[in-house]
């Protein structure tokens, strides 16, 4: 089957069901409470100086990558919903695919950066400004973008070229896993397929709960409480993240097949593709004092 000459067909589990607005009217307020939420951060970053930081760089650029996630998806996710047109063409869907496997290969990549970052903090503090100089910092950002920009190239790539069995793609975008599902039985394809999950995935996942166990350990031989408070909470909001971001991903990439796991993997997929790039911002800002103030501040009140 050449994979160019057709349309595929966009399988969301909302298809024959009648309440579609409000479903449209649901993704909508989602999407514009993500896309505030960061930039609003990416605003307060930029313009105060005593958030140019590591973490308030690496902040940045997570609140960027999670207004793109949205971005990939949910505008043509409504658009179909109010249209009732769930077709998309060749170009369409792989265009789709590249940039979000390129914002989440970032965003893999941006919380294990992330996690290094406290980790230094926490456990070689003396040597925190050395490590994560500015120049490093940015050079790291530029790795970690031009890794998930040559990663997407390849695996888009890839994928567009295996040959496929249907045209129905269940999930309700364009999405690697979804095709490696409809495409003909091809070893190579499995197999990078599960590298794919292994190296941008799994592996910054353990490196990073590598990374909190020794940082946790660090914390409970610190002496005196309030220390070990402070200690903690510069940690807990960037473990809700990892937990929610991977959490849903891992679910979804390392599961076995199911019976029926449409409905299942998509409603988990919303929950990583959507929701959480709109809560990230929310949990970092109401857990953390000094971006707190910075918004006041931004929109002018004492």
């Known amino acids: 089957m050449e994979n160019s000459t057709y349309n595929f067909?966009?399988?969301?589990?909302?298809?024959?069901?009648?309440?579609k607005p409000l479903l449209?009217?649901?993704?909508?307020l989602i999407y514009l409470t993500g896309v505030l939420a960061n930039l609003t951060t990416i605003t307060v970053i930029y313009r105060y100086q005593h958030l140019h930081t590591p973490m308030y760089?690496?902040?940045?650029?997570?609140?960027?990558?999670?207004?793109?996630?949205?971005?990939?998806?949910?505008?043509?996710?409504?658009h179909m919903f109010l249209s009732g047109d769930y077709t998309i063409s060749f170009t369409q869907c792989f265009t789709q695919?590249?940039?979000f496997l390129h914002v989440a290969t970032t965003e893999d990549l941006l919380l294990l950066i992330m996690a290094y970052d406290?980790?230094?903090?926490?456990?070689?503090?003396?040597?925190y400004h050395c490590i994560l100089s500015k120049k490093n910092c940015v050079m790291f950002m530029v790795a970690v973008w031009v890794t998930g920009c040559i990663n997407s190239v390849f695996a888009t790539l890839t994928s567009s070229a295996i040959p496929l069995y249907s045209n129905i793609v269940p999930q309700f975008f364009c999405e690697f896993k979804a095709f490696a599902k409809i495409s003909c039985?091809?070893?190579?394809?499995?197999?990078?397929?599960?590298?794919?999950?292994?190296?941008?995935?799994?592996g910054p996942f353990v490196c990073s709960i590598l990374s909190y166990?020794?940082?946790?350990?660090?914390?409970?031989?610190?002496?005196s409480s309030d220390r070990r408070t402070k200690a903690f909470s510069t940690c807990s909001s960037h473990l809700i993240v990892l937990t929610m971001f991977y959490g849903t991903w891992m679910i979804v990439y390392i599961i076995p097949p199911l019976k029926d796991p449409r409905v299942f993997e998509q409603t988990l997929s919303i929950l990583y593709a959507t929701i959480t790039p709109m809560l990230n911002p929310l949990i970092y800002t109401v857990r953390n004092k000094d971006v707190k103030r910075a918004i006041v501040k931004l929109v002018g009140f004492k």
């Open 9 to 19: 067909f966009i399988l969301t589990f909302t298809t024959q069901m009648k309440n």
């Open 24 to 28: 449209s009217l649901f993704f909508i």
């Open 57 to 78: 760089l690496f902040l940045c650029n997570l609140s960027l990558v999670d207004l793109c996630y949205t971005t990939t998806s949910v505008p043509k996710l409504v």
């Open 97 to 99: 695919m590249y940039f």
């Open 118 to 127: 406290r980790y230094i903090a926490i456990c070689n503090p003396l040597h």
């Open 185 to 202: 039985p091809n070893a190579g394809f499995q197999l990078f397929s599960y590298m794919e999950a292994v190296i941008f995935g799994f």
């Open 213 to 223: 166990i020794k940082v946790i350990i660090v914390i409970l031989h610190i002496k």
